[in-house]
């Protein structure tokens, strides 16, 4: 891939598809209806299909007749106006270019207020690092194979980079998503800065496509000095048949994958910042821990939570196997991994179990069930019959739930 994108040809092609994309990311900001319709899945926005076609796609009368054959959802003559139908004649042109391949489309749109100022939040999404840094939930490996533009003026506007990316959820039931992408950022005569990525795989030879990213990105305008009003476009073609059916309708849905999720993952970054850096903060019982305590605290939460997700994971470092038949669990996953070398500690393996089930429970439910000191010797083995104190904690945002506790188990007497 890094020797394709050195040729000239190719370098054109990418900076073509690019500029495209962004057009296609600011047009999909602006649109409201038909164009993007709320659904009640946490009232996420999502694209209409055929309204999408009629914007951007490229099709004549006789696809356009199709099109409202179809919405009708009535048969009806569309190869001749005076219903003399020859089916034996050749398919309309447009037709014949749709993409039949087993690949679903997912998209969404989320508009959201950010605590960050815009030109902190382009080099967030355009430092490879940061961003993988940042999204760690989501973004399982990506590199950096190229810089096609390079900035001009100091700044990332006009910068247009080859990256490769895989992206996933916290359960190996659920494949990773992996794909090269060309990430363009570019500065608008307003002030709005854009930054969108497209897939490439159609300019390179490539054995199987299993996800492609159709433009997608994001849309930063200023607000005032508070920071800036973000708008996240997740649209994308995956192949799901091996997807595991527990997982089928949130990810079928695009909800697994939406940009409500990359919006609220940066929204919880900015919180993490915001009491990191915080002088005081009133903990359990009005106890102040300082600010140096506060940031290694923190900072000891976020290296479990990496190391969490980087364990259960389906990237393509975690190779996953299930248990044999005569086990009857059909839903457990294993696999071996290896302990991070520790000065004056022997290295060694490790094998890690996973898997996954529904509860007919709430969320809310669940989540308060698990995270209260009072219910923890309920579920966790190593508290059963003992008594659990919260002795200190870390709010993390101005919702209460949200926190970082240091936990003390008793013995019961």
């Not at 003559?77 to 489309?105: A, G, H, M, R, T």
């Not at 903060?281 to 900072?299: C, M, N, W």
């Not at 059963?384 to 002795?391: A, G, K, W, Y």
Request: aromatic letters at 10%; hydrophobic letters at 40%; proline letters at 5%.
């Amino acid at each position: 891939m890094a020797v394709s994108i050195g040729a000239g040809l190719n370098k054109n092609k990418i900076i073509e598809q690019a500029v495209e994309a962004m057009e296609e990311l600011f047009k999909l900001a602006i649109m409201g209806e038909p164009l993007w319709q709320h659904n009640g899945n946490g009232g996420m926005e999502t694209l209409n299909g055929f309204q999408y076609l009629r914007e951007f796609g490229s099709f004549d009368a006789t696809m356009e007749q199709i099109m409202r054959m179809v919405e009708v959802g009535e048969p009806q003559c569309f190869l001749s106006s005076d219903c003399n139908c020859n089916f034996d004649q050749d398919v309309p042109s447009s037709f014949s270019k749709l993409n039949f391949e087993p690949l679903n489309i997912e998209t969404s749109r989320e508009t959201a207020f950010v605590e960050m100022n815009p030109m902190n939040i382009v080099q967030l999404l355009m430092d490879t690092k940061q961003w993988a840094t940042t999204f760690y939930s989501i973004v399982s490996r990506t590199t950096l194979l190229g810089v096609i533009l390079e900035n001009v003026d100091g700044s990332y506007n006009g910068v247009l980079q080859v990256m490769s990316a895989e992206f996933h959820q916290r359960t190996p039931l659920i494949p990773a998503r992996q794909c090269y992408f060309a990430r363009y950022c570019k500065k608008h005569r307003n002030g709005t800065w854009g930054v969108v990525d497209v897939s490439l795989e159609s300019l390179f030879p490539y054995p199987q496509v299993q996800f492609r990213r159709r433009p997608s990105g994001c849309v930063i305008q200023e607000v005032g000095n508070r920071g800036s009003k973000v708008t996240w476009i997740e649209h994308v073609e995956v192949d799901n048949r091996s997807l595991h059916p527990l997982f089928r309708p949130i990810v079928s849905s695009g909800f697994a994958f939406s940009a409500k999720r990359w919006i609220a993952t940066i929204n919880r970054h900015c919180q993490w910042l915001t009491t990191s850096t915080a002088r005081t903060a009133p903990s359990t019982d009005g106890v102040l821990i300082p600010q140096e305590g506060r940031e290694s605290l923190l900072k000891l939460a976020e290296k479990m939570t990496k190391n969490f997700f980087n364990n259960i994971n389906s990237c393509s470092e975690n190779v996953w196997s299930g248990l044999p038949q005569n086990f009857a669990a059909q839903d457990v996953r294993l696999r071996y991994g290896n302990i991070l070398k520790v000065p004056g500690k022997p290295s060694g393996n490790i094998v890690i179990f996973t898997t996954s089930i529904q509860i007919p429970v709430s969320m809310e439910v669940l989540f308060d069930f698990l995270r209260h000191e009072r219910t923890r010797n309920r579920w966790d083995l190593l508290s059963n019959q003992r008594h659990v104190r919260e002795l200190v904690y870390v709010s993390n945002g101005e919702n209460p739930k949200n926190r970082v506790s240091m936990m003390q188990v008793e013995w019961l007497m």
